[in-house]
T-cell receptor, first 114, second 115 residues
Framework: AQSVTQLDSHVSVSEGTPVLLRCNYS??????LFWYVQHPNKGLQLLLK??????LVKGINGFEAEFKKSETSFHLTKPSAHMSDAAEYFC????????????FGKGTRLHILP | KAGVTQTPRYLIKTRGQQVTLSCSPI?????VSWYQQTPGQGLQFLFE???????NKGNFPGRFSGRQFSNSRSEMNVSTLELGDSALYLC??????????????FGPGTRLTVL
C-alpha cells in the first residue's frame, strides 16, 4: 500500500534563506512522486514530478527535489526563499504500474519571514 | 488552452439539502478526479472518472456520488448534507488518468459551506 508522510506541518524561514520541506513515502512498486503548491484560495499547481528518470528533479520557481530510494524520501528544496513562496505544499505519491489512487500528504504550510 | 473550471465557486447550503458541483476538464483530458479538502483532514480523494466510468473510489459514504459525461465534464453530488461536508471541493483532470506519469491539473475549487 502507498502512503506519504510530510514530516512538518509548518515551516518558517526568513526571506533569502534556504527552504527544506520533508517528505517520506512508502510504495510497493516504482512510485511516481509529485510536489504541488497551493496558494490561498487557489487550486493546486504542479511544482515538479519524479517518474524514474533523473533522481534530481528541477521544477518551477527555483524548486527542486531529490528522490532517494534508500531513504524513501523526496524532500523539496529551494536555495533562497521569496515572499511569494508562502503557501501550502503537498507531496504526492502514486504507483506507475498499478491503477491505484493518488495519495496526498497532509501538507506543509511554508511561512516566509521578512 | 483553458484550464480546469469548476462551478459554482462558492455555495452555501443548509443541513439536509443536496448539492451538485460541476467540473470541466482541460480539453482532451479524459480523467477527472474529485477531492475534498478540510483543515482537519487535508486533501482526501473522493473518486475518479475515466471515459464516463468510475474507476477509483475513496472512503466516503454513499451520499457522495458523481458522474462523467461523454464530453468528459463531471458532476459531483452530495445528498443529505451534513455540517461536516463544509469543505473546498477540488476537481483535477489528467490526460490518461493512471496515477503514474500523468500529473493532474487542478481547478480553483468550489467552497461549500453547510449551515
Amino acid at each position: 500500500a502507498q502512503s506519504v508522510t510530510q514530516l512538518d506541518s509548518h515551516v518558517s524561514v526568513s526571506e533569502g534563506t534556504p527552504v527544506l520541506l520533508r517528505c517520506n513515502y512508502s510504495s510497493s512498486y516504482s512510485p511516481s512522486l509529485f510536489w504541488y503548491v497551493q496558494h490561498p484560495n487557489k487550486g493546486l499547481q504542479l511544482l515538479l514530478k519524479y517518474t524514474s528518470a533523473a533522481t534530481l528533479v528541477k521544477g518551477i520557481n527555483g524548486f527542486e527535489a531529490e528522490f532517494k530510494k534508500s531513504e524513501t524520501s523526496f524532500h523539496l528544496t529551494k536555495p533562497s526563499a521569496h515572499m511569494s513562496d508562502a503557501a501550502e505544499y503537498f507531496c504526492v505519491v502514486s504507483d506507475m504500474n498499478r491503477d491505484d489512487k493518488i495519495i496526498f500528504g497532509k501538507g506543509t504550510r511554508l511561512h516566509i519571514l521578512p | 488552452k483553458a484550464g480546469v473550471t469548476q462551478t459554482p465557486r462558492y455555495l452555501i447550503k443548509t443541513r439536509g439539502q443536496q448539492v451538485t458541483l460541476s467540473c470541466s476538464p482541460i480539453s482532451g483530458h479524459r480523467s477527472v478526479s474529485w477531492y475534498q479538502q478540510t483543515p482537519g483532514q487535508g486533501l482526501q480523494f473522493l473518486f475518479e472518472y475515466f471515459s464516463e466510468t468510475q474507476r477509483n473510489k475513496g472512503n466516503f459514504p454513499g451520499r457522495f456520488s458523481g458522474r462523467q459525461f461523454s464530453n468528459s465534464r463531471s458532476e459531483m453530488n452530495v445528498s443529505t448534507l451534513e455540517l461536516g461536508d463544509s469543505a473546498l471541493y477540488l476537481c483535477a483532470s489528467s490526460i490518461i488518468g493512471r496515477g503514474g506519469v500523468n500529473e493532474q491539473f487542478f481547478g480553483p475549487g468550489t467552497r461549500l459551506t453547510v449551515l
